[in-house]
Nanobody, 122 residues
């Protein structure tokens, strides 16, 4: 019914930048909050950043504050994560998430993408 597809992952050297994108598609009525989380091997999933429907409020994990910026394009049902000054400890699978009301589930539910690998080499 609703799909989230990420793109933009890859391999980058420490200090470099990457921009992740996540596009939602399907029987969408309304997309509320969107966000990104990540999971590194052997570690718990970590919420990286989130943004409200209007885009007027954002939140970040302490580990990425000042380096990552989340934004969205409501018209295109897309959320972005600009990652600067990347560190080896940022290496993880990054997944987007969104709370979406669809034609078949008007009250809304959370959806996640498959994830995209980000590898930062030292």
């Amino acid at each position: 019914q609703v799909q989230l597809v990420e793109s933009g992952g890859g391999v980058v050297q420490a200090g470099g930048s990457l921009r992740l994108s996540c596009a939602a598609s399907g029987s969408i009525v309304r997309i509320n909050d969107m966000g990104w989380d990540r999971q590194a091997p052997g570690k718990q999933r970590e919420l990286v950043a989130s943004i409200t429907r209007a885009g007027d409020s954002t939140a970040y994990a302490d580990s990425v504050k000042g380096r990552f910026t989340i934004s969205r394009d409501r018209a295109k049902h897309t959320v972005f994560l600009q990652m600067n000054s990347l560190k080896p400890e940022d290496t993880a699978v990054y997944s987007c998430n969104a709370h979406v009301a669809s034609l078949y589930q008007r009250q809304g539910r959370d959806y996640w993408g498959q994830g995209t690998q980000v590898t930062v080499s030292s």
